[in-house]
């Protein structure tokens, strides 16, 4: 048999701890050393505070309707839209400006809204796929092409798809499948609805010719 003590026999004395006075021990050791308890090393005195940036004012023009509110200086045009005014219709999708998912238009021309600054919004009109709809009720010319050539399959970066394929219209860059293509390279369908894109960007130009 081992020498030693048995699991369950008693601690010599004085080597019994007790706890609380361990902790504080402990958190005593660790805030002279300059370290939290969790491990993460604490500030210094002259080490920079931790920016807390407060709202700033803004105030544009979002489908038609003025909105004035704050918002930190660090927010994007696509998390003020979606988690601030519930226009959810421009997607994040890879949030790097690489997919179009996130399309909107600011005053006319198309925008990737993950890499726009909220502030850059001021005094500026807005238009994100929710104010397409004519007033009344019936789908702008490339919203009823997009169905009608089947478009999309998904739908995740339809919204993004439809607004970049306005402004192609608007800019006169849809006057052949290979200019559409080369227009609408920047916006990815990971379905590769593309055949599809191209015929709807086609048929719409005509008929916004004609609005």
């Given amino acids: ?24 021990s402990v958190l005593s050791v660790a805030a002279a050393s300059g370290v939290h308890a969790g491990g993460v090393q604490a500030q210094g005195a002259d080490a920079a505070p931790e920016v807390h940036a407060g709202g700033v004012p803004l105030t544009f023009v979002v489908n038609g309707q003025q909105r004035s509110l704050t918002v930190d200086p660090r927010t994007s045009a696509l998390d003020l839209l979606r988690e601030r005014l519930a226009l959810t219709g421009a997607k994040k999708g890879c949030d790097h400006g690489q997919c179009g998912a996130c399309t909107i238009h600011i005053d006319g021309r198309r925008v990737v809204s993950c890499l726009t600054p909220a502030l850059q919004l001021e005094g500026r009109r807005v238009d994100t796929i929710e104010g397409l709809q004519r007033p009344d009720g019936s789908l702008h010319p490339m919203q009823q092409a997009f169905i009608d050539h089947d478009a999309l399959q998904c739908g995740y970066c339809t919204p993004g798809q439809i607004m970049a394929a306005i402004a192609c219209v608007r800019e006169g860059n ?28 086609g048929q719409a130009a005509g008929e916004m010719g004609k609005a």
């Avoid at 048999?1 to 007790?18: E, L, R, Y």
């Avoid at 916006?187 to 894109?197: H, K, Q, S």
């Fill in 1 to 24: 048999m081992t020498s030693g003590h048995h699991p369950s026999s008693p601690a010599p004395q004085g080597a019994q701890v007790n706890r609380r006075e361990f902790v504080v």
């Fill in 174 to 201: 849809a006057g052949s499948p290979e200019r559409i293509k080369e227009y609408m390279s920047g916006n990815l369908c990971r379905c590769g609805a593309y055949n599809g894109i191209v015929a709807a960007i």
